[in-house]
């Protein structure tokens, strides 16, 4: 099976019931995303597929075949961590920073469909063409990504700080 | 009484009236003068770069060659015999090398549990897989190998068994009519009776005797629990998940009975713990068959794998009665009550452990049970005890003070102890009245209105309420650390403690630094591994101080081989480790600061690359001598909707009392990381338990709920940062502190929103309808 992942094309074999976080963790060696239930309820396997977020444990890893998968370890600009890594942090939006992976990929993916004008249910204005996001809109749209250590606040700063126009 | 426990008794006595200076702490630690240092500023993570771009290795992403991956099946009976166990079939599915059971499974001593030995880990003495008898249900019975993940967990589902079910203890309700008074509560009394509390209770004019009820609940780190392992040269290594290094390291040894040295765990980062990270049978059971299979074995529990084997915070019901004179002055105090526990264990959920030290009153009752079940070995999980015996004695509080018409703070404030109120001996600092004050400052108190129910806003009725949390102050035997200084003038301090998130690694360089007197950057810390010296827990929000402790000791054992090391060309000869004081990178003496040498200049003269000592810090004897603990003032702001009873947290603060803060910005996010789960046991954690088949029914993070971002609201915290001056940097633990007191003040502010009072946790939107 052939896929490109973190823009790189790799071609490895897997079972067919192997789910796409297995694959990039078992498989490819890219431990970033995390597996903190298995089933959709936790958001730490969060990455991009063509630009929006998934749950890659969620996803089987052959139907992403030619999709173009960006993790953690695929969002560094340059070698430059991403605006959004460093606001991590200087806000401390992590502890023991296993979600943190998630939801740094989650909230990329959530600014992107805010932008494409996507309402949440703190949306007020169904019919904008996009979204200013503000703090209830990112708390609402990032309720996905569980952090049991309780970094909220941190997390929720330094999303703001890259992604919320000034109010 | 038996000549050990008498003569224990004796010596406890010597060192309660033992004068103050022959205590650890006795002295003030010198740092807690030293202003402007390293110790005390917002230093930002020093792990955080690796944590952001997920390169941090947590224990299943360690690579080996040959490696099998693992499934587990499990009980579904609570208690009875296996008749049938038919693997054949999984045996033969594609890729499988081994199905381990209780038949071929390699004979395992049981683990010896947890604080009856030094080093002791087991969360229970039960065999592991040695027999065909089930304890609970949800009990490991087959272990599965195989080259990949799916092959394990397809061969596992073709595993059948049947039992023969024996009558089984699952109903709490049962169980209590057989409750038991444990022989300690963690050392301390099961009972506590000062005069006639019952008679003090009903003869006072203001009365308070309710009963409330706290649910099972679970850690859930967001890390699943799992083990990357295997076994070279008959010895051991282990790349676990752990809050306990070296205790896991030890117990493994006497398990499959080898030298305790041949058992090696690494454990750097943790993906969270909250107590849930010691030592289970998964690892047992890794390591069993990894060596029956010769192979490296990686075995992650699932979601439901955790639920089933990895225990959680136990259910209680609380009795708690106050009785208070015409002006709120306490009469009688009773904080009684049984939490489940089973016969092969000893975690009795302390929550009685609140009313020993918190208020004045003239009589007491303290009694604490534990009814035995069936069921998995329960464990501490955050706070246990303080976190839900909080939220029994703070409601209780908050109704006396709404019967008595007076401020619940005043009514606090009114009976605040001079002394330790069980064992009368002094606090070593305490100054929760002022905690309480800054806060109600902070968070608007004066604006609340003492009528219920008084504040609309749209469909919300909105309220406040506050609450007291506290945590003892702990430190733990066998902390000792190694301090190598190199003629570059670089310090490495090592020891076996760990890092889950609390800032260990970023406050520990912190304080060498400050110890040593070099500059951050000159300082490398090596942890979590049982390699390194000591016994640390990260627990008990005890690490702090047994590691500051350690490195104390460590540093003035350093102090003392540098002077000798200097030599008599040195402008430290002849001086004691007493006179002189590290700073800017070497030793000067405290009456001239210019007076003094580099540490390179000193190693270098010697003709040396480095020094390394290690040293043991004393024996905890301060907890006996003083009465320790950390306290906090909760302030919670809530809504409860008036059409669909949910409730939501609108606005929380915590102004906490817990000696010297070490790094503020990590201190920050362990309080609020506590609070958040605070908001859980309040309003929605819940292992939900079948009284039918003792089964938990929601073992997934999709149906046992706990906080997201949407529940939690921007918190505030606060302290009073007034060091102890008899703790290590006048610090004390606050891993655990910001969860207690968090139940009750938001119960107590949905009472005020509301008016209506509920005991029975957590406060889900059906009680309030
Ligand atoms: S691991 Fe995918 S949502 Fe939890
Ligand atoms: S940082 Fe530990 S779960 Fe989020």
Redesign the pocket.
Known sequence: MRFLINGQPVEVDVDMRTSLLDLLRDHLNLHGSKKGCNQGACGACTVLADGERILSCLALAVQYQGREITTIEGIAEDGQMHPLQRAFIEHDG???????PGQICSAIGMAAEAKRGMPSHMTRDLGAEFITLDRHEVRERMSGNI???G?YNGIVNAISEVFVEAE | MSLKSAAMKLMQKAIEHAPDSMMPGGKPDPLITRKHGIVGAPVTRIDGPLKVKGAAPFAAEFEAEGLLYTAVAFSTIAKGRITSLDTSAAEKAPGVRLVMTHKNAPKLKPTPMFNTQPKAAGPSDLPIMQDDSIHWNGEPIAVVLADTQEQADYAKSLISATYKEEPAVIDFDAAMKNAHEPKTILGEPPTINEGDAEAALSAAPNLVDKTYTTPRHNHNP?ELHGVTLFWEDGELYVHDSSQTVAQSAWTLAEVFGLDEKKVHIWSPYV??GFGSKTLWQHHVLAAAASKMADRPVRLVLSREGVYRTVGGRTTTQQRVAIGADADGRFQSLIHTGVAAMTEHNDCPEQFTFPARHLYATKSFLIGQKVADMDMLANTFMRAPGESIGTFALESAIDELAEQIGIDPIELRARNEPESDPTTGKQFSSRNLIKAYRDGAERFGWNSRSAKPAARRDGEWLVGMGCATGTYPYYRMPGGKARLTVSKDGFVTAEFAAHEM?MGTATTQTQVVAERMGVAQQCVQINYGSSDLAGVFLAGGSSQSASIGASIHAAHTALVEQLIKLAGSKSPLHGLDADDVESRDGGLHTKKDPSHGESYAAILRRAGKDELSVEESAPPPMELQHWSMHSFSAIFAEVGVNTITCETRVRRLLGSFDCGRILNPKTATSQFRGGMIMGIGLALMEETIWDSRKGRIMNPSLAEYHVPVHMDVPEIDVMWTDIPDPHTPLGARGIGEIGITGVGAAIANAIYNACGKRIRELPITLDKLM
């Open positions: 992590f502890q023991c920073g296993y979600c943190t952090c049991r250590c970094a | 967001i993906g969270g998130g």
